[in-house]
């Protein structure tokens, strides 16, 4: 679940934070990206001209290895190294907005189960996707996929996002690529928005670097959490009425979550907000503070050529994929993984002077001076 509201505060407060790409700019770049969300993505957007998930003759669903196949190719051709992360286990203050998301498929069942006698097309197709989830099987079916590809993936102890982070803020990957806006609560040094599917909707990539929002937004780490917390995470629900501009005030006024609650608690008559009752806030705060992550030094991944007899063997003879499509598909996934990601510009220049050429520019002075005084004397 993103964070509502926060992409356009940073907007607001931060327009630098901001940078809009095409795929071919990040060139270079090895990034860290959530599968799961990536996984939920393909299983709603790629779709058969009718609308319905692509599914091979054993009525299985392929959507979700069509998308995975085919953009994680485009990545490749664009010089762009992706390491998917997976969700592990989640964490138990996550379990009421698990029960709420269940709480929603029935209901969308219920009405998907009426709206197939006498509703539109449209309308059908619209509930059907509320009902899209990525299951342990699609998951599975995914990293098989990867493997075979030669492309690396991390199982993340918790949530995908913040090993994501993780893995940014150690500089094993350049930046972490989630469609999630709390993920900005692990503090990655880039986020990239839009990685998977810019493309195919001709959409830019979002980048927001994160100091850059802080600096904008004037909130430190704990701030910005607690600003998180109040415009609605996965962990807890909000004060009600608390919008995004009114949440960033009470943050700016108050500095914490924990002072606005005594403020709200201690003048009910001056404000119409009610904080909700056995309200976990302090628990969100700690899971986003304290994260659990593998270390990103703990971590190693490498990519390699595809298994393209294995890659035929199960998306052609398994699920039911075109043998030429797959085989060209592998052939570019060679090509791009064998040649490497090129250097970038920005890799081979720094601004900061080295140790080093400072001393010799010492002894250069010195040699200057001393040759400026036998000049003299003579």
């Known amino acids: 679940m993103g964070v509502k509201g926060l992409n356009q505060l940073i907007k607001e407060h931060s327009p630098h934070a901001f940078k809009e790409f095409q795929l071919k700019n990040l060139f270079g770049r090895k990034v860290a990206i959530d599968a799961s969300m990536c996984l939920y993505q393909f299983l709603i957007a790629v779709r058969q001209s009718d609308g319905q998930q692509l599914v091979n003759e054993d009525g299985e669903t392929t959507s979700h290895l069509s998308g995975m196949f085919y953009r994680t190719i485009r990545l490749i051709e664009n010089n762009i ?46 509930h059907e996707k509320r009902l899209v989830r990525a299951s342990r099987e699609h998951n599975d079916e995914a990293k098989k996929l990867l493997t075979l590809m030669g492309i690396p993936y991390v199982e993340a102890p918790c949530e995908a996002e913040a090993q994501c982070a993780e893995l940014a803020r150690g500089g094993k990957v350049f930046a972490a690529a989630s469609e999630d806006m709390d993920t900005l609560c692990y503090e990655p040094p880039y986020l990239l928005r839009h990685l998977t599917f ?23 780490k704990e701030q910005f959490i607690d600003l998180c917390i109040l415009l609605g995470c ?47 806030y302090k628990e969100a705060r700690q899971l986003f503070l304290n994260p659990e992550v593998t270390k990103a030094s703990d971590v190693s991944f490498k990519w390699k050529e595809p298994d393209v007899d294995g890659l035929i063997e199960f998306m052609v003879k398994q699920k039911g994929f075109s043998e030429d499509r797959i085989r060209s598909g592998a052939g570019k996934l060679k090509k791009g993984l064998k040649s490497g990601v090129q250097g970038r510009l920005d890799g081979f220049f720094s601004v900061v002077k080295s140790p080093q050429s400072n001393d010799k520019k010492r002894k250069d002075n010195s040699k200057d001076t001393k040759s400026n005084k036998k000049s003299k004397k003579r």
């Open 198 to 220: 810019a493309e195919a909707r001709k959409m830019p990539i979002d980048q927001i670097t994160y100091t850059e929002a802080m600096e904008g937004l004037d909130l430190t």
């Open 234 to 280: 996965d962990y807890c629900e909000t004060i009600k009425g608390v919008g995004p501009v009114t949440a960033y005030k009470l943050i700016k006024q108050h500095g914490s979550i924990d002072k606005i609650v005594e403020f709200i608690e201690e003048n009910p008559d001056k404000t119409k907000f009610k904080v909700p009752e056995n309200w976990p």
């Open 81 to 126: 190294k992706p390491v998917y992360v997976f969700d592990g286990k989640p964490p138990v203050l996550k379990g009421g907005e698990l029960e709420k998301r269940l709480l929603k498929r029935e209901a969308a069942q219920k009405q998907l189960d009426l709206l197939k006698d006498e509703g539109t097309a449209a309308d059908v197709l619209k």
